[in-house]
Structures are given as C-alpha cells and as structure tokens.
C-alpha cells in the first residue's frame, strides 16, 4: 500500500509565501513523477507543478515565476515552494504521485489534500 502525506498549508495574505511537503511511502519501487495539483470550489482540478525524477519541471501558465516545485534527495518528497501568492491561489492542493510497485505495476496515488487560503 502507498500513501501520500502532505503538510504545509495554511492561511497567509496576498503577497505572502507558503512551502507545501508530500511525502510517499510503502510498496514503492521508484517514483516515475510527483506533483501538486490543486482545486478551487466549483471548479476543475489543475495541474499547478509537477517534476520527474530526472528532474524536469512542468508548471501551470499562472504559477510561473511564482512557484518552484523540487524533489528531496530520496525521490520520494516533494515540495512546492509557493511566494507571491494571491487569493486566486486559494484552493485544496493534492499531492499526486505515479510510482512503480514491487510487482513492476504502475499505480498513481493522491494524497489527502491540504487547504491554501489566500487572504486579500
């Protein structure tokens, strides 16, 4: 079984900064990718971040520049280091993580979600 433990969140003001952490653990083989995605009240979940183990980045138009996405010398962490933020950042962040199993099987877990409130 894998799970996915995120922390990190809060509320902060606009222009403020926050550092979200995912962690992976259990049958885990390697980690192909992780990543953050988020979803705000009556919308769709969006990709925000997300980076390979071999460390290429991919970012949402609307974080660029704002956000960094990095993964922890272990592969199996991720962190989303997240500054100027704005109240249009507000939403629940999930952690996602496609990881190869023991058995050679290629599962994707979510975490739980963690809330950014973003204040004006």
């Known amino acids: 079984q894998v799970q996915l433990v995120e922390s990190g969140g809060g509320l902060v003001q606009a222009g403020g900064s926050l550092r979200l952490s995912c962690a992976a653990s259990?049958?885990?083989?390697?980690?192909?990718?992780m990543g953050w995605y988020r979803q705000a009240p009556g919308k769709q979940r969006e990709l925000v971040a997300a980076?390979?183990?071999?460390?290429?980045?991919n970012y949402a138009d609307s974080v660029k520049g704002r956000f960094t996405i990095s993964m922890g010398n272990a592969k199996n962490t991720v962190f989303l280091q997240m500054n100027s933020l704005k109240p249009e950042d507000t939403a629940l962040y999930y952690c996602?993580?496609?990881?190869?199993?023991?058995?050679?099987?290629?599962?994707?877990?979510w975490g739980q979600g963690t809330q950014v409130t973003v204040s004006s």
């Open positions: 259990g049958s885990i083989l390697s980690v192909y990718s």
């Open positions: 996602n993580a496609p990881v190869r199993t023991p058995r050679m099987m290629r599962e994707t877990h």
């Open positions: 980076i390979t183990s071999g460390g290429n980045t």
